[in-house]
C-alpha cells in the first residue's frame, strides 16, 4: 500500500539555524500538506499545496516558513532560522483530486529539536 | 472562530466493552467529518468519514454517527481490544478540496485486559 515518507525521523539544531523537512508524498496525489504537533498538543495545520503553489496556510506559517515542490517526487518545508519553540513533530500529508481530496494520509513525522 | 470539543481527554475501558467518542463541533457547518487514529509519536492514520447527509457509518467494529442539529458526532468502537488504545480525533470539514484539517485535542482511550 502506498505511504507517505518523510526524512529525517529526527532532526536536531541549533537555534537561528535553517532546517529542511523533506516529504515524499503519494505517487498521483494531487494535494501536499504540512502539520505541526508540539508535544502534548493538538496537530496543527501550517499549509497546503496544490498545483505548485501555496493554497492555504495558516497564521503560524509565517515568513520564516517556506514549501516548495523541487521536483514531481519531493514536498519540502524549510524553516529558515529556527526558534525554541519550532521544535515539535513535523508531520506531512498528501491527498488525492476530486472526491479522494477528502482524505488526507500523513507520514511518520519528523521530530524536530531545536537547542 | 471554529471550535472542536472532544468529550474528555482520557477514556478507561475493559476489554470487550464499547467505547463511544463524542466530538462536538461550533461556529460552522462542515460537510463532512472525518476520524482518525493517533498513536504516540506516529502520524495520524484515517478511519472513517460521514458525510452530512449520512446518519451513520460502519466499517468492521466501527460506527460512527453524524447529528448535524446537534453538532456532533458520536465514535463507538465495539467489542474493543488492548491493540485499539489509541488517541482518537475528530476533523469536521468543509467540502472544498484540499483544505486543512482541523483536529480537535482528541481523546485518548485505554482498554485495559
Known amino acids: 500500500e502506498p505511504e507517505v515518507t518523510q526524512t529525517p525521523s529526527h532532526q536536531v539544531t541549533q537555534m537561528g539555524q535553517e532546517v529542511i523537512l523533506r516529504c515524499v508524498p503519494i505517487?498521483?496525489?494531487?494535494?501536499f500538506y504540512w502539520y505541526r504537533q508540539i508535544l502534548g498538543q493538538k496537530v496543527e495545520f501550517l499549509v497546503s499545496?496544490?498545483?505548485?503553489?501555496?493554497?492555504?496556510k495558516s497564521e503560524i506559517f509565517d515568513d520564516q516558513f517556506s514549501v516548495e515542490r523541487p521536483d514531481g517526487s519531493n514536498f519540502t518545508l524549510k524553516i529558515r532560522s529556527t526558534k525554541l519553540e519550532d521544535s515539535a513533530m513535523y508531520f506531512c500529508a498528501s491527498s488525492g483530486g476530486g472526491s479522494k481530496a477528502d482524505t488526507q494520509y500523513f507520514g511518520p513525522g519528523t521530530r524536530l529539536t531545536v537547542l | 472562530s471554529q471550535k472542536i470539543e472532544q468529550n474528555s481527554e482520557a477514556l478507561n475501558i475493559q476489554e470487550g466493552k464499547t467505547a463511544t467518542l463524542t466530538c462536538n463541533y461550533t461556529?460552522?457547518?462542515?460537510?463532512?467529518l472525518q476520524w482518525y487514529r493517533q498513536d504516540p509519536g506516529r502520524g495520524p492514520v484515517f478511519l472513517l468519514l460521514i458525510r452530512e447527509n449520512e446518519k451513520e457509518k460502519r466499517k468492521e467494529r466501527l460506527k460512527v454517527t453524524f447529528d448535524t442539529t446537534l453538532k456532533q458526532s458520536l465514535f463507538h468502537i465495539t467489542a474493543s481490544q488492548p491493540a485499539d488504545s489509541a488517541t482518537y480525533l475528530c476533523?469536521?470539514?468543509?467540502?472544498?478540496?484540499?483544505?486543512?484539517?482541523?483536529f480537535g485535542k482528541g481523546t485518548t482511550l485505554s482498554v485495559s485486559s
Open positions: 505517487s498521483n496525489h494531487l494535494y
Open positions: 461556529n460552522y457547518s462542515p460537510a463532512y
Open positions: 476533523a469536521p470539514r468543509a467540502n472544498q478540496a484540499g483544505t486543512a484539517l482541523i
Open positions: 499545496f496544490y498545483n505548485n503553489e501555496i493554497s492555504e
